[in-house]
């Protein structure tokens, strides 16, 4: 799966746009995590924990971006755009979507 | 004794909080120079000159801001005005976010990353600003396929 948030591709061509795909991912860390995170944010720096609970949450919406995609017979999932958004202290909501579309193969 | 606790916070977080700024600027520049060679590119249109292999990559990074900066961004938000302790904090995640994204570049072995785009949001409790930035974009790897006279020769 050749997922690229280009919205065409130079040297390859869409056979047919096949629709709208996305995935999305709401996770939080256990409550350690948390008072770590709130005591580090007292003296500044990188908040190494949160990195990582939304790098993780990224990977798991991507995955089911792309299960979707070869679900309905997709091979590339072009245009893709991120969103992020807090939905309370601790836990976020990511969001990622795309268009999926048939290439020719080269 | 509240006062207490809030003074030491302050000196506290003024300290730590400026040592791991200066820290990161200076990690953040060396880093940069190494990465002046691999351009992050904010076209839509990518290059046609020869063959490449596109992926995705992304970099993201969380930053908190600290008791000092905060009680400071309060203090200028009541009189109005540019919140310069926010400004530094934003720029610091969003040259991060950059880096990392240019590093998985790298390590995928391409040449430049195109269609940058950056995407923001305030994580945390209200009271301590913490922000995530997230920088995502296409890295082309060129191809080294057999050019095309040697190919018609074969």
Redesign the interface.
């Known amino acids: 799966m050749?997922?690229?948030?280009?919205?065409f591709?130079?040297?390859q061509k869409v056979l047919k746009h096949i629709g709208l795909v996305q995935g999305s991912s709401v996770r939080s860390k256990h409550v350690g995590r948390d008072i770590m995170?709130?005591l580090?944010?007292?003296?500044?720096?990188?908040?190494?924990g949160?990195?990582e609970l939304?790098?993780e949450s990224?990977v798991e919406a991507l995955d089911r971006m792309i299960e979707q995609a070869s679900g309905i017979g997709a091979n590339a999932i072009l245009n893709?755009?991120?969103?992020?958004?807090?939905i309370t202290?601790?836990a976020?909501e990511i969001y990622v979507y795309g268009t999926a579309v048939q290439l020719a193969d080269n | 004794m509240e006062i207490i606790l809030f003074l030491v916070?302050l000196v506290?977080?003024y300290c730590?909080?400026l040592l791991?700024?200066r820290r990161?600027y200076r990690s953040i520049i060396a880093r940069e120079k190494v990465m002046n060679s691999l351009p992050a590119i904010a076209s839509?249109y990518?290059?046609?000159d020869k063959?490449?292999d596109?992926?995705?990559v992304?970099g993201?990074?969380?930053?908190?801001?600290?008791?000092f900066?905060s009680f400071l961004a309060g203090l200028v938000n009541f009189f109005g005005g540019s919140v310069v302790s926010y400004e530094g904090l934003l720029d610091r995640a969003r040259r991060?976010a950059t880096l990392r994204m240019k590093e998985q570049a790298q390590k995928a072995g391409a040449e430049m990353v195109?269609?940058v785009?950056y995407?923001t949001?305030?994580?945390?409790?209200?009271k301590?600003a913490?922000v995530?930035v997230?920088a995502?974009?296409?890295a082309m790897k060129p191809v080294f396929a057999p050019t095309p006279s040697a190919a018609g020769e074969g």
């Open positions: 050749l997922v690229s948030n280009l919205e591709l130079p040297d995170a709130s580090k944010n007292l003296f500044g720096g990188e908040l190494a949160y990195t939304l790098q990224r893709v755009r991120f969103s992020t958004s807090s202290a601790g976020a | 916070l506290l977080g730590f909080g791991a700024e990161h839509r990518p290059p046609e063959p490449y596109q992926q995705l992304v993201s990074v969380v930053i908190g801001s600290d008791y900066k991060e195109f269609n785009k995407e949001t305030s994580v945390g409790n209200s301590l913490s995530e997230l995502y974009g296409t």
